[in-house]
């Protein structure tokens, strides 16, 4: 096993496009964690599966950011009518349940 | 709410010289998570800290947890180049939802 695997790396889009970032976990990791890091911060947590069920969303997932896990394995982030605001690197994480969770290496969006 | 702060928050040190990041954070948090973060790259896990009291070491690098205080320190002693980076502690809310600290940018100069 690779570890947590995250495509594309890098992501260039004008703004008003709509994106998608694809998220594979560590396998028979059955939760799953979005995280948004912007330049100079700490990453913020976004929302978390576990297994296919979406249990939890940060106020900062606007109704523009749609998440989804469909059969409790790879998670896709989608982000409509992408802003400037949303640039940022955008984070996965896995674990099993109770143990440690282990980062992806990132999706960095650029809205231009 | 949890809340986590760091200080400091940019540090400059020479080589062969010890310091400590500290780590506050503002609610009960069931563990304490200490990452490495190197420019333009992803978070590299250093510590899990469970319980009061705990401390743990890996080469210069020594993480401390006192959770009647709320804090949390990392040491390094006698600091080489390679220990550049960013430095972030993070609490967990529960269920591994990690809340991070604004992360603590450490430049070694030789």
């Known amino acids: 096993d690779t570890g947590v695997s995250q495509n594309p790396r890098h992501k260039i889009t004008k703004r008003g496009q709509n994106v998608t970032f694809r998220c594979d976990p560590i396998s028979e990791h059955n939760r799953l964690y979005w995280y948004r890091q912007t330049l100079g911060q700490g990453p913020e947590f976004l929302t978390y599966?576990?297994?296919?069920?979406?249990?939890?969303k940060s106020r900062l997932l606007s109704d523009r950011f749609s998440a989804e896990r469909p059969k409790g394995s790879f998670s896709t982030l989608e982000i409509q009518r992408t802003e400037q605001g949303d640039s940022a690197m955008y984070l996965c994480?896995?674990?099993?349940?109770?143990?440690?969770?282990?980062f992806g290496q990132g999706t960095r969006l650029t809205v231009v | 709410e949890l809340k986590v702060e760091q200080n400091p928050l940019f540090l400059s040190m020479q080589e062969g010289k010890n310091y400590t990041i500290y780590c506050n954070y503002s609610?009960?948090?069931?563990?304490l998570y200490w990452y490495r973060q190197d420019p333009g790259k992803s978070l590299e896990s250093l510590f899990v800290?469970?319980?009061?009291?705990a401390v743990k070491q890996e080469g210069r690098l020594m993480a401390s947890l006192d959770t009647k205080a709320r804090l949390s320190t990392l040491h390094i002693t006698a600091a080489v180049h390679d220990l550049s980076a960013t430095y972030f502690c993070a609490g967990d809310q529960g269920a591994q939802k990690l809340v991070f600290g604004q992360g603590t940018r450490l430049t070694i100069n030789p």
């Open positions: 800290l469970l319980s009061n009291g």
């Open positions: 994480a896995s674990s099993y349940s109770g143990a440690e969770a282990f």
């Open positions: 599966f576990q297994n296919e069920a979406q249990l939890e």
């Open positions: 609610t009960t948090s069931d563990r």
